[in-house]
Every structure is written in structure tokens, then in C-alpha cells.
């Protein structure tokens, strides 16, 4: 590795985010084939509604077995706040100011730990239960019924949240993308978008 640069993340975590990623793409364009009458063409795409529903079922096996493997690399850090992730909050990462400078932040921010926990890990879960509940007991009404509210939330949850990950993971901050691809950042970057780690790694 060059002396320039420092590991971010492993190729397990982003294998693992690769796999998660595309499992829900699989998810969410099969799932607007099925919702909307005017998209069922999507279905085309997947060979016909039967294997897109099959693909469907399967692709949420594998997008809950990859949301349970991220608890190894992700759940840990995000449980620990301190008063620095307060201080991020409050001024909301600086994002909508010039001023504002938010105080240096570890391994992962504020925001990013936010995003795991609410959206990754409860959105996560909600649109994975929901599923197996329409999948595995489709005879119950209460279940049916229930199922499909909590899916459709959590859905419109990801809808709402990713497209903003990925403008966050790339054009808004530049050198962030290749953590996911790479898996290195450069001293500068560690040091200006996660200064607190840039220290536990002896970076000055």
C-alpha cells in the first residue's frame, strides 16, 4: 500500500456491501413491478412475473442474510456515541453552513452511525420480517394486511434515504467513494472527515 494512503475497510465489508446493494436493487425493481400496473414490464426484465416473484423471495434471503453480517463489522461502532457525535448533530454535520465545523469524528460519524441503526439495521429488518411474513404465511389476513404496511414503509424508507447515501458516498464528498471500491482513503482525507481516527492511527 502506498505510504499515502491507510485501510478504511476489508474486502469482506465491501464485498459484503456490494452484495447487499445489489440484492436490493433486485428487490426494489422487482417489488415496483409487482405494486404498479403501469411497471409491470419490469417483470419482463426478470423473465416473467413468476420467476420475478421467485427472484423476489430469494433476493430477500440473500439482502437479510448480508444485513445480518454487517452487525460484525458496523453494530459495535455505531452503538458507541460521545459527546463529539452530539456536537455533529447539533450542527448537522456542517452540511447546510460555511461556518459551522463540526468536531473530529471517529471511524465512522455521526450521521453515517444514524443512518446504519435507523435505516440500514431497522429499515433493514422491518422490510426483511414483513417479507418472510407475506412469503412463508400468506393464509393469514391479519398477517397479510400487516405485512404489507410494514413493507411498504420500510420500502419507501430506502427510497427516500439511499438515493441521498449514495450522493452523501460520492459528488458530495470526493475520495469517499473509493472506500467501497478500494477499500483505502489518503492521510488527508482520514485526517479532515474522521480526524478523532486519524489519531488512533497515529496519523498527524
Given at each position: 500500500?502506498?505510504?499515502?494512503?491507510?485501510?478504511k475497510?476489508?474486502?469482506f465489508?465491501?464485498?459484503?456491501?456490494l452484495?447487499?446493494?445489489?440484492?436490493?436493487?433486485i428487490?426494489?425493481?422487482?417489488?415496483?413491478?409487482?405494486?404498479?400496473?403501469?411497471l409491470?414490464?419490469?417483470?419482463?426484465?426478470?423473465?416473467?412475473?413468476?420467476?420475478?416473484?421467485?427472484?423476489?423471495?430469494?433476493?430477500?434471503?440473500?439482502?437479510?442474510?448480508?444485513?445480518?453480517l454487517?452487525?460484525?463489522?458496523?453494530?459495535?461502532?455505531?452503538?458507541?456515541?460521545?459527546?463529539?457525535?452530539?456536537?455533529?448533530?447539533?450542527s448537522?454535520?456542517?452540511?447546510?453552513?460555511?461556518?459551522a465545523?463540526?468536531?473530529p469524528?471517529?471511524k465512522?460519524?455521526?450521521?453515517?452511525?444514524?443512518?446504519?441503526?435507523?435505516?440500514?439495521?431497522?429499515?433493514?429488518l422491518?422490510?426483511?420480517l414483513?417479507?418472510y411474513?407475506?412469503?412463508?404465511?400468506?393464509?393469514?389476513?391479519?398477517?397479510?394486511?400487516?405485512?404489507h404496511?410494514?413493507?411498504?414503509?420500510?420500502?419507501?424508507?430506502?427510497?427516500?434515504?439511499?438515493?441521498l447515501?449514495?450522493?452523501?458516498?460520492?459528488?458530495?464528498?470526493?475520495g469517499?467513494?473509493?472506500?467501497?471500491?478500494?477499500?483505502?482513503?489518503?492521510?488527508?482525507w482520514?485526517?479532515?472527515?474522521?480526524?478523532?481516527?486519524?489519531?488512533?492511527?497515529?496519523?498527524?
Amino acid at each position: 500500500m502506498k505510504k499515502d494512503l491507510v485501510q478504511k475497510t476489508t474486502g469482506f465489508e465491501r464485498f459484503n456491501h456490494l452484495v447487499l446493494a445489489a440484492s436490493f436493487s433486485i428487490l426494489f425493481l422487482t417489488g415496483l413491478g409487482f405494486l404498479y400496473h403501469t411497471l409491470s414490464w419490469i417483470n419482463t426484465m426478470f423473465f416473467g412475473v413468476h420467476n420475478a416473484k421467485v427472484i423476489h423471495e430469494w433476493a430477500g434471503v440473500v439482502f437479510s442474510i448480508s444485513l445480518i453480517l454487517t452487525f460484525g463489522n458496523y453494530l459495535g461502532e455505531s452503538l458507541r456515541f460521545s459527546r463529539e457525535d452530539s456536537a455533529w448533530i447539533s450542527s448537522l454535520g456542517g452540511y447546510f453552513s460555511r461556518t459551522a465545523e463540526p468536531p473530529p469524528q471517529g471511524k465512522l460519524n455521526a450521521g453515517q452511525k444514524i443512518f446504519y441503526l435507523l435505516i440500514v439495521v431497522g429499515g433493514g429488518l422491518a422490510i426483511s420480517l414483513s417479507g418472510y411474513m407475506l412469503w412463508l404465511f400468506p393464509s393469514s389476513r391479519g398477517n397479510i394486511l400487516f405485512g404489507h404496511f410494514l413493507h411498504n414503509i420500510a420500502v419507501l424508507l430506502f427510497a427516500v434515504t439511499v438515493p441521498l447515501h449514495i450522493y452523501l458516498g460520492t459528488a458530495a464528498n470526493p475520495g469517499t467513494f473509493r472506500v467501497m471500491t478500494r477499500g483505502t482513503v489518503t492521510r488527508a482525507w482520514a485526517k479532515k472527515h474522521h480526524g478523532k481516527w486519524a489519531r488512533d492511527l497515529g496519523i498527524d
